[in-house]
Structure formats: C-alpha cells, structure tokens
C-alpha cells in the first residue's frame, strides 16, 4: 500500500522528470514482477512451514521424544500417527481400510519402540505390492490384550518361509529380503520389542500371491506392571 501510495503521489505531479525516473527504477528493480509474485511466494512459504511444522508434529508424536519411558497410550493413536511417517510409502499404490474397535483400553508400553514395529510392519507390507494393493489395518481386545493386524495383498509368503521370517539375519531371495528388513533384522527386532513387552508377533499367509497378516497382541497391562500395581 505504502509502494502504490507513492507511484500515485508520484504520477499525479505530472512532472515528466520524475515519471522517467519512477519508470527507470521500477525496471531496473523488476517492481511489476515483485509485486505480482511476491504474494504467492509469500503463500508458500506460509504454506512450507505449516507442512514442516505439521511434519515436526507428526515426528514427536510418532517417537514420543517428549517422553520415551514407559507409560499408557493408544495403540490406534500410534498406528495413525506412523501412517503419517510412512506416508511416502504408501501413498500411490495402497488403499488404506480401517477397522478400529471402539473404546480400546490403553496400553502399558514404550511407545516410540511399539511405533517402530508398526513402522516395519506397514514399509513391509507396501513393499510386498510390487502395483496398487490394499492395505487392512484391524483392532480388537482380546481378554486383557490389545490385538493389531496389519494385512496386506502382496506377494505372501510360502509355507516353508512363514515360521522362519522372524529369526535374524534369515534370508530367502532378493524380493523376500527386501520385503522383511533388508539383511533380514526387520522383523527379528520388531518381535524381541513386543516379546519385552509381554506380547506376542506373528504372521499368517495363504501362500505366495495370497498376501499376508501380522498380527500383534500386546497386553494392556504386562505381568510385571500388574504386580507393582
């Protein structure tokens, strides 16, 4: 407003001097450019730090680094939040489909680390759909636990494999070790987090090109909690 204030003040002196001389500086400056865009570069700047900022949020929220210890939490709170890390995997070839039990109890847990199995669990999965796939998230209590599945329409897993895939460093071709944590330390780390948690991990397949579920059971209290309570 200033700016235009002035090109008015200017322009209605009349003076040809001063006109050439406003001409010359806005040219020289690319004023008529800096005015048209400087808007919109202003936009997605505000536009850049809301997607930074809501990036932060999702990261503090996926890896509790405000409090890494041991304390209650929802399990589909920390499902969701690493969909959103996970987002770049996902997104383009897997439809999402949610069935969340309602009114789920909290469970005792190191949540960061709960987080990071489910993080292999969903880069796993949309690393078995080689084209667009769908993937099922499932939850539900069981007596004192709360179940998670994660299922997928991948590749699957053969029958000789499906017992094997938990154990470290165990490998079967490069499509497989792709699939399962690289050189194979994926899912052997994701099931001693949920074992310390009193939990269990475990996978069901129909077979290759029948897709897989992982399954987790974590108690919504472990044994050694209950006996401090």
């Known amino acids: 407003?200033?700016?235009?204030?002035?090109?008015?003040?200017?322009?209605?002196?009349?003076?040809?001097a001063?006109?050439?001389?406003?001409r010359d500086m806005q040219l020289r400056l690319q004023f008529g450019f800096v005015r048209q865009d400087l808007p919109d570069l202003l936009?997605?700047?505000?536009?850049?730090?809301?997607?930074?900022?809501?990036?932060?949020?999702?990261?503090?929220?996926?890896?509790?680094?405000?409090?890494?210890?041991?304390?209650?939490?929802n399990l589909v709170e920390?499902?969701?939040?690493?969909?959103?890390?996970?987002?770049?995997?996902?997104?383009?070839?897997?439809?999402?489909?949610?069935?969340?039990?309602?009114?789920?109890?909290?469970?005792?847990?190191?949540?960061n680390q709960i987080n990071q199995v489910f993080l292999n669990l969903l880069v796993n999965a949309a690393q078995a759909m080689d084209h667009k796939g769908h993937l099922f998230?499932?939850?539900?209590?069981?007596?004192?636990?709360?179940?998670?599945?994660?299922?997928?329409?991948g590749q699957g897993i053969a029958p000789e494999h499906i017992d094997r895939i938990f154990e470290r460093f165990y490998q079967v071709d490069s499509a497989t070790?792709?699939?399962?944590?690289?050189?194979?330390i994926g899912?052997?780390?994701?099931?001693?987090?949920?074992?310390a948690h009193g939990g269990r991990l475990w996978a069901e397949s129909l077979g290759p090109g029948q897709g897989s579920s992982f399954f987790i059971a974590l108690p919504s209290r472990p044994t050694w909690r209950l006996a401090q309570e």
């Open 1 to 16: 407003k200033l700016t235009e204030f002035y090109e008015k003040v200017v322009n209605k002196t009349g003076n040809d």
């Open 18 to 22: 001063f006109l050439a001389m406003q």
């Open 43 to 73: 936009n997605e700047s505000i536009d850049g730090i809301d997607r930074v900022s809501e990036i932060v949020k999702n990261l503090k929220a996926f890896s509790h680094v405000d409090n890494a210890q041991w304390q209650y939490a």
């Open 78 to 111: 920390g499902l969701e939040n690493t969909l959103k890390i996970a987002a770049n995997q996902l997104k383009y070839k897997v439809e999402i489909h949610r069935d969340y039990a309602a009114d789920l109890p909290e469970v005792y847990c190191q949540p």
């Open 137 to 153: 998230l499932r939850t539900w209590q069981l007596e004192q636990s709360v179940c998670i599945e994660v299922r997928d329409t």
């Open 177 to 184: 070790t792709r699939r399962f944590g690289g050189v194979g």
């Open 187 to 195: 899912l052997a780390l994701a099931q001693s987090v949920v074992v």
